[in-house]
C-alpha cells in the first residue's frame, strides 16, 4: 500500500510518468498472456499419470506456431503411422 502511494505521489509530480506506467503495464499484461498460452498448449504435459504423450494426439492439420506465415495446415497430409 506504501509503494501504490508513493507512485501515486510521483504521478502528481511529475506527469510525464503516465505513458510510461500505461506501457509497462501493458507489457507486463502481454507477457503474462503469452506465457498463460503457452502453459494451456496441448503439448505441455501437468500430469503424466493420465495422458504422458498428449502430442500423439494432435492432429496433422493443427497449428503449432503462433504465427505460420508461409504454411497451410489445413492442406497438410499425415505422413507417418499411427500408434
Not at 498460452?37 to 500430469?47: D, K, S
Request: aromatic share 16%; charged share 20%; net charge positive.
Amino acid at each position: 500500500m506504501l509503494l501504490l502511494r508513493k507512485v501515486r505521489d510521483q504521478v502528481k509530480k511529475h506527469p510525464g510518468l503516465i505513458p510510461q506506467f500505461f506501457f509497462i503495464c501493458l507489457g507486463m499484461g502481454g507477457a503474462f498472456t503469452y506465457l498463460f498460452r503457452l502453459a494451456r498448449g496441448p503439448h505441455v504435459v501437468w500430469n503424466k499419470s493420465t495422458n504422458p504423450e498428449p502430442w500423439n494426439q494432435l492432429s496433422p492439420s493443427y497449428q503449432y506456431k503462433f504465427l505460420a506465415i508461409n504454411t497451410d495446415y489445413k492442406n497438410l497430409k499425415k505422413e507417418g503411422p499411427d500408434f
